[in-house]
């Protein structure tokens, strides 16, 4: 018997052209495609050597396209319904974003989820910078037809407001290391031209640029491009501001600083953000909008929700309220203040290590590492972390002190460079030759990591978020005792950073390896550390390292130089950071105990 009231599939159909060369194949999506083959016009070529165009409503879903093509160009999804109106398309067979986040004055207001689903793309729309289509990709987006679409709500006021002038926005976009491409001449120059306000002393007194106003922009480091983009931001004269990713490049101590200032800012104006350092975000964000979908097919934006609900969702990898599933898996977080993971015997030992490089002097106390643990370090920028790692490495040699002995290193540096002119899969190959093919490393790095989507895509084209999974895949794959990982977490989403973390450890514990992982990411360390290195000092002038220590007494050092104290959250056991002046904020300070009281 049939059922009265079938499912009605909507299969979304996505075709990647930069990795589609209908040139060099032999068109095996629309040979091998059932319908096509019966006589239905579901993949066609206008001409043979233009791109294919897939007719998704006569689609059935079944994938032999996807298989078929030898360059990993299609995606088909498939939907039980359409996810309500399209809110904006980028042309047949592309991304298409569902509903957009609304915003409120006096407050903060995030948007949370994996790189690929839309957050920049509504950050455009926001700003005006793109106007959308309501899913009409055929005509550009008209500013009257948005107002009347969303006639009588609170987003539709907004719009109005936007494309009337009488609302200012003003927009940072995330790629800040593209600043000297399109500025040039002194930091001082560039933010006085842009300054409305009067407030370039204040500000960057606070962001803690005023030591590098007379620096030419293209001589700053990553950290201070960031730093001088949301100056800009901050001093223009606006009703919203939007910034999407603040975090990259920045220590803990300056996200902290940046999170206060534009607190304070919010309490007259609206602010929104992409953020991926989930604890950052908690305590910044008011309301949280988690973003679901298909990375790069489509992407919706769930209801609002309070910070602490939202990242608990997308922790667990359920949408409660939306009845969606978006992980497999839930990240969970043990509490290991107390104790850290059995480790094994002492596999390197130094003591009294020391380099000078121009005006930086870094030292060392002595320290020890076992076998089978992960060793997490945190420090402020500047301090001599990843100098320390390219001691280790045998990068450089230090001018005194030694390591008691040479062990088999894989190495990822902090800065990733994407000049390799073959695919990401001859780069796997040459580098690991066998292991390539190692059951292990393929079910337990690459596919967490979707290393597979990667294979095909010459090395020079990843984005950034690309670049660093196919790095990290390579450094641990590889024959080692010891993985050194300077900033991992850097440019990947906040589900990414997540299973980095997971395959890390996993990496570690079966293997019997160790690890040291330099993270500004306190949710990332707090997930893979078992003891602890801080660096200390005043940064680019001296650093000193401590440890590894254990991981109550390196986290109370470290969180008590930043100045800010750690709970973990009654439900997902995550660290969220105590508001400041709280009566639990006072208690852990009077107490000596920033990471988490005893009792908990």
Not at 9 to 25: F, N, S, Y
Not at 98 to 110: F, M, N
Not at 356 to 372: D, I, M
Not at 557 to 585: C, M, Y
Request: net charge negative; aromatic share 8%; proline share 4%.
């Amino acid at each position: 018997m049939e059922d009265a009231n079938p499912v009605i599939h909507l299969h979304v159909a996505i075709l990647d052209r930069e990795k589609c060369h209908p040139k060099k194949c032999n068109h095996e999506c629309q040979y091998y495609c059932p319908p096509v083959r019966s006589g239905t016009p579901t993949i066609e070529f206008v001409d043979y050597q233009d791109q294919p165009v897939i007719n998704e409503p006569l689609c059935i879903g079944c994938g032999i396209c996807v298989k078929r093509c030898p360059f990993g160009a299609i995606k088909i999804v498939s939907l039980p319904e359409e996810p309500g109106e399209s809110i904006h398309r980028f042309g047949v067979n592309a991304f298409r974003l569902y509903s957009i986040p609304a915003l409120e004055k006096g407050k903060v207001t995030a948007i949370l989820g994996k790189n690929g689903l839309g957050k920049t793309t509504a950050l455009n729309i926001l700003s005006g910078v793109t106007v959308p289509n309501l899913g009409d990709y055929e005509k550009k987006g008209e500013m009257d037809a948005v107002i009347e679409h969303f006639s009588g709500t609170v987003i539709g006021d907004y719009f109005r407001d936007l494309y009337s002038g009488k609302t200012r926005v003003v927009l940072k976009n995330q790629y800040v290391d593209k600043i000297p491409r399109v500025k040039s001449g002194k930091v001082s120059e560039i933010l006085k031209a842009g300054d409305e306000t009067s407030n370039l002393d204040l500000v960057s007194e606070r962001l803690g640029i005023a030591g590098i106003m007379t620096r030419d922009i293209r001589e700053c480091s990553g950290g201070e491009l960031q730093k001088v983009a949301i100056a800009a931001t901050l001093l223009r004269d606006a009703d919203t501001i939007l910034i999407d990713e603040m975090s990259s490049y920045l220590d803990i101590g300056e996200r902290v600083g940046i999170s206060l200032l534009i607190q304070e800012i919010a309490r007259k104006k609206s602010i929104m953000i992409v953020e991926h350092d989930l604890a950052i975000l908690d305590w910044l964000a008011d309301t949280v909008y988690p973003v679901y979908g298909e990375p790069g097919a489509y992407g919706i934006i769930a209801s609002p929700r309070t910070s602490s609900r939202a990242i608990n969702s997308f922790l667990e990898g359920f949408l409660r309220e939306e009845n969606v599933r978006i992980r497999e898996y839930p990240i969970q977080f043990t509490n290991r203040s107390w104790r850290r993971t059995a480790a094994g015997q002492i596999i390197l030992e130094w003591k009294d290590i020391s380099k000078t490089l121009g005006e930086f002097t870094l030292t060392s106390s002595e320290g020890k590492l076992k076998s089978g643990e992960v060793v997490g370090c945190l420090g402020r920028n500047g301090t001599g972390k990843t100098t320390f790692a390219k001691l280790m490495a045998g990068e450089l040699e230090p001018d005194s002190g030694s390591f008691s002995s040479s062990l088999k290193i894989a190495y990822k540096p902090q800065y990733i460079y994407s000049d390799y002119s073959g695919t990401s899969e001859d780069l796997l190959k040459s580098a690991l030759k066998i292991r390539y093919d190692e059951t292990f490393n393929r079910a337990e790095i690459f596919r967490p990591l979707d290393i597979n989507e990667l294979l095909s895509t010459t090395v020079s084209d990843l984005s950034g978020g690309e670049l660093q999974r196919l790095s990290i895949a390579l450094t641990l794959a590889m024959e080692a005792d010891l993985y050194l990982l300077d900033e991992p977490s850097a440019h990947l989403d906040s589900s990414y950073r997540m299973t980095a973390a997971k395959v890390i450890r996993r990496v570690m514990e079966n293997n019997r390896k160790s690890a040291m992982v330099i993270d500004h990411d306190l949710y990332f360390i707090d997930l893979i550390a078992d003891e602890l290195m801080i660096f200390s000092g005043v940064p680019a002038s001296s650093g000193h390292s401590t440890g590894p220590m254990n991981m109550r007494d390196g986290m109370n050092n470290f969180l008590s130089s930043v100045g800010i104290t750690f709970r973990r959250d009654g439900q997902s056991g995550r660290p969220r950071i105590n508001k400041p002046g709280s009566s639990l904020d006072k208690q852990q300070r009077e107490s000596g105990e920033y990471y988490y009281l005893h009792q908990q």
